[in-house]
Nanobody, 125 residues
Framework: EVQLVESGGGLVQSGGSLRLSCAAS????????IGWFRQAPGKEREGVSC????????FYAESVKGRFTISSDNAKNTVYLEMNSLKPADTAVYYC??????????????????WGKGTLVTVSS
């Protein structure tokens, strides 16, 4: 059974930083893409960033480019999202999700095969 567990959320002031972690277990596919998505109150879920298992390019939403960095530690089966220069607009529940495929670009949420339960990030002004 595939499990994705997010951690690292919390309350931070505007301009601050957080690092989210997504620990994956039970994943057996050789080719996969892990994505970070977020959903702010009253808004639709949106893709934030993604990384694939083939060491290909990483992708970012325009709203987070230059501030967020996605990375992976294959030995730990963990994907990270380093978030800097946080803004109140970044407040959301952040989810990691996985698909058993290599995807170019941030995939739409409805194609993802597996989801974590999310971690809340709150940025105060």
């Amino acid at each position: 059974e595939v499990q994705l567990v997010e951690s690292g959320g919390g309350l931070v002031q505007s301009g601050g930083s957080l690092r989210l972690s997504c620990a994956a277990s039970g994943f057996t596919a050789d080719d996969y893409t892990i994505g970070w998505f977020r959903q702010a109150p009253g808004k639709e879920r949106e893709g934030v960033s993604c990384i694939s298992s083939n060491d290909g390019p990483t992708f970012y939403a325009e709203s987070v480019k230059g501030r967020f960095t996605i990375s992976s530690d294959n030995a730990k089966n963990t994907v990270y999202l380093e978030m800097n220069s946080l803004k109140p607009a970044d407040t959301a529940v952040y989810y990691c999700a996985a698909i058993s495929d290599i995807v170019a670009g941030i995939p739409p949420d409805y194609v993802m095969d597996y989801w974590g339960k999310g971690t809340l990030v709150t940025v105060s002004s």
